[in-house]
C-alpha cells in the first residue's frame, strides 16, 4: 500500500540531496527549468530503490552541455540529436535531456525529434502515467498532469493519452507494459489491454534487438509470469515467441496429460527461487530463466497420444533445443546466451534417469563432463522442473538430486572433475605409441577419456600400458 506522505518525505529526500540541490540551483541560475523525471520519481514515492538519475530541462543540448561541465568529472553527449546529455557529478552519472514533442509516421517507431517547451507536454508523450510525473528543482514541486499519483496508489497501468495512439506511436510500449505489471506488480487497464490486443501486428515494425531488450528485462524481474501472462493473453507473444503460448496444449477427456503451459511458468518461478537461495545478491540469470521458460517447447510438435489414454513427449529435449535455437537467434541473442539456453534445454531430462537407479561413478563423470559449464545452471534447472503434486514423488526425486551432487562433490574433490581429461597428453600418446601428429592421436586420446570417465585416476603407468593394449588390439 502507498504512504503518500512517507512518499513525498523520499521525494524531498531526493530533490535537497548533493547532486541534484547543485543541479537545480546551476540550472535556475542559468535561467532554465529541471526536473526529476520518469523511474526515480515513481519509484520514490513507491519506496523502491532506482539506480537510474533522469532529469529534464527547458534547455537545449548545448546549454545543457555548457552548464554542466564546470560542475562534472566527465560529460558525454553521444545522446545529443535526442537532446541526452550525460554527466558524471559529485560520483554520480545522470542523464538530463531537453523537453521532447517528438511525432511519429507510424511506419516505425522511430520518431521525428522534435524538442518541446513546456513540462506537461513534455510529461503526457510518456508510455504510462505512472512514470509521467516530475520533480521541479531546485524548490521540489510534484508536477503530475496524468493522474499518476492515484493510478500508483490503485496499482493501475495506464497510458496518459488514448492506449491507442499510445502504442500506434511506439508499439514497443506494450511490451514496457507487461514488464512494468510484472515489475510493479500492477493491474493493465482495460483499455490499456485491449488496445495491447488489438494493435499486437503492430509490433513487428519494432527490431529484433529492441523486442529482446525487453523480453530480458521482464525475465530479470523477481517475479515474470505475470508479464508473461498478459503477453501471451494479449497475442503479443505469439509474434515474437509463439513456442510459449503454443504450450497450451489441449487436454481432452480421454488422454490426460499435465497443463505443459502452466508447468513451465511454475518450473520458471521455482527455478528464480533456486538462483537467489544459491546465488543472493547476484544479478538475474537470464540464460537460466530462458531455459526454465523454453525447456517443453518441444512438446506440442512431439506430442503422441499413446492407446489407453497415456500421451508421450519422445525427443522433446532434442526438439526444443533446436527451436530455442532458431528462435534465440531470430532475436539476435548473443552466441553464449544462444549456447547455455539450447544446452540445458537438450539436457534437462538427464537427470531423471539418476532418479530411477543409482548411477555408477562412470555416468556421473560423464554427466559432469557433458554439461560442462552449464551444471550449476543444470543442478537448478533439474530441481525446477519438478511440479508434481505427489508429495511422495517429490521427496524421492529431491533426495535422488541430493545424491547425485555430493556425489559430483566428492568425486570433484578426489579427481578434479571441473578438468576432466586424460592422464596422458598428446605429446605422451605420440611417444608412447611412437607415431606422429594425426587421426590416430586423437582417437587414442578419447580412448584415455572414455577410461578416465570409467576407472577415474588409473595413474600414468597404467594409462600408458592400458593405451599399448587397445593400440595392439587394433593391429
Known amino acids: 500500500m502507498l504512504n503518500m506522505a512517507e512518499g513525498l518525505d523520499r521525494l524531498g529526500a531526493l530533490a535537497s540531496s548533493p547532486l541534484m540541490a547543485t543541479l537545480g540551483s546551476a540550472f535556475v541560475d542559468a535561467g532554465f527549468e529541471i526536473a526529476i523525471v520518469g523511474g526515480p520519481v515513481r519509484d520514490a514515492l513507491l519506496g523502491r530503490t532506482t539506480n537510474d538519475l533522469d532529469l529534464t530541462t527547458d534547455a537545449r543540448p548545448d546549454d545543457i552541455l555548457r552548464i554542466v561541465k564546470p560542475l562534472a568529472t566527465a560529460t558525454w553527449d553521444i545522446g545529443r540529436a535526442f537532446g541526452t546529455i550525460g554527466a558524471k557529478i559529485h560520483g554520480e552519472q545522470v542523464e538530463i535531456t531537453t523537453y521532447r514533442a517528438d511525432s511519429y509516421d507510424g511506419a516505425t517507431r522511430k520518431p521525428t525529434v522534435e524538442f518541446g ?275 511422495k514423488k517429490a521427496g524421492r526425486l529431491a533426495r535422488a538430486y541430493d545424491d547425485i551432487e555430493r556425489r559430483i562433490a566428492e568425486l570433484a574433490e578426489q579427481e578434479e572433475l571441473d578438468a576432466i581429461r586424460p592422464e596422458l597428453d598428446g605429446n605422451r600418446i605420440q611417444q608412447v605409441l611412437g607415431i606422429g601428429p594425426g587421426r590416430e592421436v586423437g582417437e587414442a586420446y578419447r580412448f584415455l577419456l572414455e577410461l578416465r570417465l570409467d576407472e577415474g585416476m588409473v595413474g600414468s603407468e597404467v594409462a600408458e600400458r592400458r593405451l599399448r593394449e587397445w593400440w595392439a588390439a587394433r593391429g
Open 117 to 391: 517547451d513546456t513540462l506537461e507536454a513534455d510529461l503526457v508523450r510518456r508510455d504510462f502515467t505512472v512514470n509521467a510525473m516530475a520533480l521541479r528543482l531546485p524548490v521540489p514541486a510534484l508536477v503530475d498532469p496524468t493522474g499518476g499519483v492515484e493510478d500508483l496508489v490503485a496499482r493501475h497501468l495506464r497510458t496518459p493519452a488514448d492506449p491507442a495512439i499510445s502504442f500506434g506511436d511506439d508499439p514497443l510500449r506494450m511490451l514496457r507494459a507487461a514488464r512494468f505489471a510484472a515489475q510493479l506488480g500492477f493491474d493493465v487497464a482495460p483499455e490499456t489491454l485491449a488496445a495491447m490486443t488489438e494493435l499486437r501486428e503492430s509490433l513487428r515494425i519494432v527490431s529484433p534487438e529492441r523486442v529482446q531488450g525487453e523480453l530480458v528485462k521482464l525475465l530479470q524481474t523477481a517475479a515474470p509470469d505475470p508479464g508473461i501472462r498478459l503477453l501471451v493473453e494479449t497475442g503479443l507473444m505469439s509474434e515474437f515467441l509463439p513456442e510459449v503460448p503454443s504450450l497450451r496444449l489441449e487436454i481432452d477427456e480421454h488422454h490426460h496429460h499435465k497443463d505443459v503451459y502452466e508447468h513451465s511458468l511454475t518450473v520458471l518461478r521455482q527455478a528464480i527461487e533456486l538462483e537467489q537461495a544459491r546465488h543472493p545478491g547476484q544479478a538475474p540469470d537470464v540464460a537460466l530463466r530462458l531455459a526454465a521458460l523454453l525447456h517443453d517447447i518441444g512438446k506440442p510438435a512431439t506430442r503422441k497420444l499413446e492407446p489407453g489414454g497415456g500421451v508421450s513427449f519422445y525427443h522433446h529435449d532434442l526438439k526444443g533445443a533446436r527451436l530455442a535455437r532458431k528462435r534465440l537467434h531470430a532475436l539476435r541473442f548473443d552466441g553464449d546466451t544462444t549456447a547455455s539456453v539450447t544446452q540445458l534445454i537438450e539436457q534437462h531430462l538427464r537427470f531423471f534417469g539418476y532418479a530411477e537407479g543409482t548411477w555408477s561413478d562412470s555416468a556421473v563423470r560423464r554427466y559432469v563432463r557433458d554439461a560442462g559449464a552449464e551444471l550449476e545452471r543444470l543442478h537448478i534447472l533439474t530441481r525446477a522442473d519438478v511440479t508434481t503434486r505427489n508429495t
